[in-house]
């Protein structure tokens, strides 16, 4: 089975660290979200531990999330009229045997994920380093109260959008997966997902990345 | 349960500050550096290190210089927004006798109280990483003694006591209350002689409508929302199932 390299090895570790900085965010940070979940925080060694960790880790996620967006900007932050047309169609999703518009590198649907990943993130930061040091920072207290607000607004949007973000690598796309941990992809896999891209990588010589 | 209570008459105040130093006494927090900024009023606020301040009103009035006082610290709500939303099982908690308590031990020091608290109370201390604020002199309740303020209040300014007494005995001297219902109620209450706004306090006071909508609407909207997702991708999964690219498609 003829396979061809989707991402390097350097995409793949800012995607990896990436996804785990969310991960253990989300762990350290839901204790705090709801007292159900207060529980959580003996994973970190306590709730001071767990804050701590998070203030951390958060500085890592904005690192990773502008090392992914200058990475894959070229291929991800563009728009075609075939993703325009993705989108209407919703990438085949919504019915069987629907015929979606050829993909470049990344679907229409990747593309809007990696915008709402990086303004979401940008967001998190902000409103984060706010609740981190109001008192430094010296701001009035409706900043800090709609800070929590918009904080939890992202983590609920964010938590959505991964959840189905990591439907649609595994169990909706068998043959997806592999791109993040080989790095190789079936070629079949990528003729059929993303044709555009396919063509590219098959001209400059098969196995290579463009 | 009689609930532990505090009444502030402003009227008898004389601005001695003897409350203000006997809370630092007692809880052993330490001096403040302060500023001269143009009042006899000292230190300018509460802080993580003074539980109890008296705000200094200083007016001209026919070319006369007034001056009201209002011996300040926590309220002791009894729907207290801070207890609200405070993440930490027990770090603030309402207790039955009407203290507003804060466990310092178990305080991790993320501030949401000081967002939520509708008359500016607690105060975070940079150094130890935790809030501070009024315990109601909890550990000397518990075993008999009044506050420290209100035992060394000179004026009887501030008394402390039964709670429903407190109050049965202003109204028997026909004193307007501030705080006998408001957030279900308060333990230190006030009889004042001007508007509420006048000494710096909510007219109103009541959980701030931002933090309301933050921990009431927002919280479980979320799992609403999470919720949704998950059935989305089970509905789909079963109805439409995975895109296959090669063999059956």
Request: net charge positive; proline share 5%; with cysteine.
């Amino acid at each position: 089975m003829p396979t061809i390299e989707r991402h390097t090895v350097k995409e793949r570790g800012v995607h990896a660290v990436h996804a785990i900085s969310f991960i253990i965010l989300l762990l350290t940070g839901i204790g705090l979200y709801d007292k159900g979940f207060f529980g959580l925080t003996r994973l970190f060694g306590g709730v001071d531990w767990s804050r701590f960790i998070h203030h951390w880790i958060g500085i890592v996620f904005i690192v990773f999330l502008f090392m992914m967006y200058f990475q894959w900007k070229d291929e991800a932050a563009v728009f075609d009229k075939d993703d325009k047309e993705w989108l209407r169609v919703f990438g085949g999703y919504l019915g069987k045997g629907v015929k979606a518009p050829p993909a470049g590198k990344f679907n229409a649907g990747q593309k809007m994920f990696f915008k709402m990943i990086f303004w979401a993130g940008i967001l998190f930061g902000i409103t984060g380093i706010i609740m981190w040091i109001p008192q430094t920072l010296a701001l009035p207290k409706t900043i800090v109260q709609l800070s929590y607000i918009l904080h939890d607004m992202i983590l609920i949007g964010l938590v959505m959008g991964v959840l189905t973000h990591v439907y649609l690598g595994t169990l909706a796309n068998p043959g997806t997966i592999s791109s993040l941990f080989t790095g190789q992809v079936d070629e079949q896999w990528a003729r059929h997902h993303h044709e555009k891209w396919y063509k590219q990588v098959s001209k400059k010589g098969g196995s290579r990345r463009l | 349960m009689p609930k532990n209570a505090m009444l502030i008459d402003v009227s008898r105040c004389i601005a001695c500050r003897a409350c203000q130093v006997s809370c630092k006494q007692w809880n052993r927090l330490p001096a403040v550096k302060s500023s001269f900024a143009g009042s006899y009023e000292n230190p300018s606020g509460l802080s993580s290190a003074t539980w109890r301040h008296v705000r200094f009103k200083e007016t001209v009035e026919k070319g006369e210089v007034k001056w009201r006082f209002l011996s300040f610290g926590c309220m002791h709500c009894k729907d207290a927004p801070c207890v609200f939303v405070c993440p930490v099982p027990g770090a603030l908690s309402r207790r039955d006798d009407g203290t507003v308590y804060l466990d310092e031990q178990k305080c991790t020091g993320c501030k949401y109280c000081i967002s939520a608290c509708p008359f500016d109370v607690p105060h975070y201390d940079d150094a130890k990483g935790k809030v501070y604020k009024c315990n109601l002199c909890a550990d000397r309740t518990a075993n008999g003694l009044s506050t420290a303020c209100a035992k060394t209040c000179p004026s009887e300014a501030i008394r402390f006591g039964d709670r429903d007494s407190l109050i049965k005995d202003a109204k028997a001297g026909g004193k307007k209350i501030y705080g006998e219902n408001e957030l279900g109620g308060l333990s230190v209450m006030y009889v004042l002689q001007e508007t509420p706004s006048f000494y710096g306090l909510p007219d109103k006071p009541a959980m701030p409508v931002t933090t309301a909508f933050w921990k009431k609407v927002l919280k479980p909207l979320g799992y609403v929302g999470v919720g949704a997702t998950v059935a989305a991708i089970i509905l789909h999964y079963i109805a439409i199932g995975p895109k296959r690219y090669k063999g059956g498609e």
